[in-house]
C-alpha cells in the first residue's frame, strides 16, 4: 500500500499570501488530520476530519481552514501568510478516529 | 486540563548503551498511549500503542511500559543504535473526544 502522500515537499510563499497544501492519505483510510511543528517545537494540532466533516479543531487563528473531499484526499488553507506561520505541515491519516496514525512527509513551508 | 509532559526534554548517551525516557499525563478519560519516534524534518513513525489494559508492549529493541493508576508510561531503548537519535514523543488519546494530546518530546542523541 502506498503510504501518506504529500504536496508540495517545499514551499516559498511572501507575507499577505494565501497557499493551499493537499494530503492523499492510505487507500482505505477515513481520517486525516493536520498538525503544524515550528523548529525545536512539538506537534500542534490544526484540525482532523472523518467523513468529509470537521470532528475536532485545535488552537489555530480563523486564516487556516481545511476540508476533506469524498476520495478521503483533503486539503488545508492558510490565508494572509504571516511569518510565523514557516514550519513544516504535516499530515496523517488512520482507517478510523481512534486508530494508529501514519503520518506524511510533510510540506515544508517558508513566509518570507 | 488534559496534559502529556515528558522527561527528559533532552539526553545524550553512548552507542550500546540502555535508556528510558517518561511520560506522565493528566488525560481523562484515557483512551490509548502512544509513543512515536519522529527523525528530524519527517514525519513521526509509531512505536507502539497501548490500552488501559495493557502495561508492557516491545517493538523490537523499544520496549513501552504503561502504569494506568499513577498515570506514567516509560519507553526503554536497549543497546542504543546511532540511527535511535531522534525525538520521542508521547501521545494520548482522550475516550470523550478521542483527541490526542501530545507532549514535546525527548530528543535523544546517540554519540559513538
Known amino acids: 500500500k502506498a503510504g501518506v502522500t504529500q504536496t508540495p515537499r517545499y514551499l516559498i510563499k511572501t507575507r499577505g499570501q494565501q497557499v493551499t497544501l493537499s494530503c492523499s492519505p492510505i487507500s482505505g483510510h477515513r481520517s486525516v488530520s493536520w498538525y503544524q511543528q515550528t523548529p525545536g517545537q512539538g506537534l500542534q494540532f490544526l484540525f482532523e476530519?472523518?467523513?468529509?466533516?470537521?470532528?475536532n479543531k485545535g488552537n489555530f487563528p480563523g486564516r487556516f481552514s481545511g476540508r476533506q473531499f469524498s476520495n478521503s484526499r483533503s486539503e488545508m488553507n492558510v490565508s494572509t501568510l504571516e511569518l510565523g506561520d514557516s514550519a513544516l505541515y504535516l499530515c496523517?491519516?488512520?482507517?478510523?478516529?481512534?486508530?494508529?496514525?501514519?503520518f506524511g512527509p510533510g510540506t515544508r513551508l517558508t513566509v518570507l | 486540563k488534559n496534559q502529556v509532559e515528558q522527561s527528559p526534554q533532552s539526553l545524550i548517551i553512548l552507542e550500546g548503551k540502555n535508556c528510558t525516557l517518561q511520560c506522565n499525563y493528566t488525560v481523562s478519560p484515557f483512551s490509548n498511549l502512544r509513543w512515536y519516534k519522529q527523525d528530524t524534518g519527517r514525519g513521526p513513525v509509531s512505536l507502539t500503542i497501548?490500552?488501559?489494559s495493557e502495561n508492557t508492549k516491545s517493538n523490537g529493541r523499544y520496549t513501552a511500559t504503561l502504569d494506568a493508576d499513577t498515570k506514567q508510561s516509560s519507553l526503554h531503548i536497549t543497546a542504543s543504535q546511532l540511527s535511535d537519535s531522534a525525538s520521542y514523543i508521547c501521545v494520548v488519546s482522550a475516550m470523550s473526544n478521542y483527541q490526542l494530546i501530545w507532549g514535546a518530546g525527548t530528543k535523544l542523541i546517540i554519540k559513538p
Open positions: 496523517a491519516s488512520s482507517p478510523e478516529i481512534v486508530d494508529e496514525q501514519f
Open positions: 476530519y472523518f467523513s468529509e466533516t470537521q470532528r
Open positions: 497501548m490500552t488501559f
